[in-house]
């Protein structure tokens, strides 16, 4: 048996939407990414959202609009975005992070602050409320923290809609926001500005499928991630899941062992995919420590019981 690390869920309803787009003579961004918008929107319960080609371009863009010249981010984040920005000539800060949950840990320091709602949980309206913030929601599609959902808590949001996602339109990202004069400048960098951030109505007629499919997706993410927590608890360490949590995307299940590195090797001789953690962007001791003992197992939108159950009894195997 050979369980992949992630694997989409498109099926006949997202080529059948494609087929539609190809029918209409009109596949560049244009009416169905305006639809998608909207319906994401409603979704979230925010004002805006503004599709675009991909999550790290989504970030760039909120930064462009925002007029960000300096921000701080976690020491553990994925090195695209520190790249990208820096390209842009952003000053990139970094700040430390719990090593449990391996988000951000809140500060007001007057200037702007990219938190990262990793693995899907989301960010504490009550900690964040009234800061600079722009989130780096890629992970966290449908999560909700008591603030609300990820994307309507009251700062500017952007997602990931990459094919390991909640949802996904194989590639594509997406800014949030309730701000109409915020919009209306995303928009207009997006369309005229001197990067072009630009989806499809392709890729919006997918999201549009998807985002029917959403509920069902989350459900089934929850309920692996439950057995993955019932079954190997006390096994490994997993992310804390603070009380300010009602919903977890769950788009990653990160445990936490001393040797990842072996362990990753063990399960794939197994016929289980895993994934690594990222480099530490900063030499912090929380971000050192997780990127050096975190390991993702397999979690997608349709996994079944059964690659479940394999997978916890491999994992035992080769602890």
């Known amino acids: 048996m050979r369980i992949p690390w992630s694997r989409p869920d498109i099926g006949r309803g ?26 994401i929107a409603d979704y979230l319960g925010c004002r805006h959202v503004v599709a675009v080609n991909n999550g790290t371009a989504a970030f760039a863009l909120a930064v462009l609009a925002h007029d960000v010249k300096e921000l701080t981010m ?29 988000t951000m840990i809140p500060f007001n320091s007057g200037g702007w602050m990219a938190p990262v709602s990793y693995a899907g949980m989301p960010l504490d309206g009550d900690s964040w409320g009234g800061l600079k913030v722009i989130e780096d929601a890629g992970e966290s599609f449908g999560a909700e923290g008591r603030g609300g959902k990820t ?7 952007t997602f990931s809609f990459h094919a390991a996602k909640t949802l996904t339109t194989v590639e594509g990202g997406a800014v949030a926001t309730d701000d109409d004069g915020f919009a209306d400048r995303l928009r207009k960098i997006r369309h005229r500005g001197y990067l072009n951030f630009q989806t499809t109505d392709i890729a919006s007629a997918i999201g549009r499928v998807q985002l029917r499919k959403l509920p069902d997706h989350l459900e089934n993410r929850g309920r692996v991630a439950r057995f993955y927590r019932e079954e190997l608890k006390g096994l490994v360490g997993f992310q804390h899941v603070p009380k300010h949590v009602r919903i977890h995307a769950n788009t ?28 530490a962007l900063n030499d912090t001791w929380a971000a050192h420590h997780v990127s050096s003992h975190v390991l993702t197992l397999p ?15 491999c994992v035992k195997k080769s602890l």
């Open 14 to 39: 997202e080529r059948l939407a494609v087929e539609r787009v190809f029918d209409s003579g009109w596949v560049t961004q244009g009416p169905e990414t305006k639809k998608f918008e909207k319906e």
């Open 74 to 102: 976690p020491a553990y984040a994925y090195p695209s975005v520190v790249s990208t920005l820096r390209i842009m000539g952003v000053n990139v800060l970094f700040g430390e992070i719990h090593a449990r949950r391996v």
């Open 151 to 157: 994307g309507a808590q009251g700062w500017t949001a």
């Open 252 to 279: 990653m299940f990160p445990i936490f062992v001393h040797h990842p590195k072996l362990l990753a090797a063990r399960l794939w001789k197994l016929g289980v995919e895993t994934r690594l953690g990222w480099p």
């Open 299 to 313: 979690i997608y939108n349709t996994m079944p019981e059964a690659e479940t159950e394999y997978v916890v009894k």
